[in-house]
């Protein structure tokens, strides 16, 4: 089967949520300039009749199949169905699993979604989830100490979002803005004792993201909110603060916030290992 460069359609398997075999798919296609899959996206496939479904569909546009069914008779259902169309179906985790059995010593499992079992992990996600809304933009300052990371910086330098990363990691992540000296909460996050980290970013990048936020939620806001010296001093304050308390900065111009959240991550495990 030959595609083009351009678009093509690509069918997405689980039988769980389908988050890994979405992730696996975006970080591959990251890697193919003007590629442009159109996907189809079936999750929770865990019956011979849902598997039909898709087959049907795979049928009527006929594509790259990737998948991550741990049922061996869906399995075989469905990669042969994909031999006879002449369509390639890739199993994304079977190589990983392949390897961990050999290594551990242990046969593999069969049970769809496990990695979303109700167990101690899971309830720790929510629970660290709820904490970041609770504590999104500065709220609830007098109980900020049961925070693990407290993110300070000046507005639209994607605070929010990486707090919510961090909660699907299980970190309890408050997030600070920073307006100016005075109206920053110094003394509250002082008394907090968690791992502070300044966001930090160029003052161009930072005006186009305000720019385009103004236009696309018709907000009205202050002049200095997009005024370049403004910003350019705006930035400049933060970043004496970050410097003068001695808390880690991470600039967040060119990263993605799966990028930023590791840096976090890893910054708040050496900080638990050295205490």
Request: proline content about 4%; overall charge negative; glycine content about 6%.
């Amino acid at each position: 089967m030959h595609m083009t460069r351009g678009s093509f359609h690509l069918h997405l398997i689980s039988d769980s949520t389908g988050e890994t075999v979405s992730a696996v798919a975006r970080a591959a296609m990251a890697q193919f300039e003007g590629a442009q899959p159109i996907e189809h996206n079936w999750v929770l496939v865990r019956t011979r009749r849902q598997i039909d479904k898709v087959l049907d569909a795979i049928r009527d546009h006929p594509g790259v199949v990737l998948y991550t069914l741990v049922e061996p008779e869906l399995r075989a259902v469905l990669e042969e169905r994909c031999r006879e169309l002449s369509l390639p179906c890739v199993a994304v985790l079977d190589r990983v699993m392949e390897v961990l059995s050999a290594t551990l010593g242990a046969e593999i499992g069969h049970s769809p979604g496990r990695q979303h079992a109700l167990d101690e992990d899971y309830y720790r996600r929510i629970e660290a989830m709820q904490f970041v809304l609770d504590h999104d933009d500065g709220q609830a300052l007098d109980e900020i100490e049961r925070a693990d990371v407290i993110l300070v910086g000046v507005s639209r330098t994607s605070k929010t979002p990486t707090c919510i990363y961090l909660a699907n990691r299980g970190i309890k992540a408050a997030n600070v803005p920073f307006v100016s000296h005075d109206s920053f909460p110094e003394a509250e996050i002082a008394r907090a004792g968690p791992l502070v980290v300044g966001l930090t970013t160029n003052a161009e990048r930072l005006l186009q993201i305000r720019h385009s936020r103004m236009e696309a939620m018709r907000e009205d806001r202050p002049s200095d909110y997009v005024d370049p010296d403004a910003v350019r001093a705006e930035i400049a304050q933060a970043r004496r603060l970050f410097a003068r308390k001695g808390w880690p900065v991470i600039d967040v111009s060119r990263r993605s916030i799966e990028e930023t959240s590791a840096a976090i991550l890893e910054l708040f495990r050496n900080r638990r290992e050295a205490g």
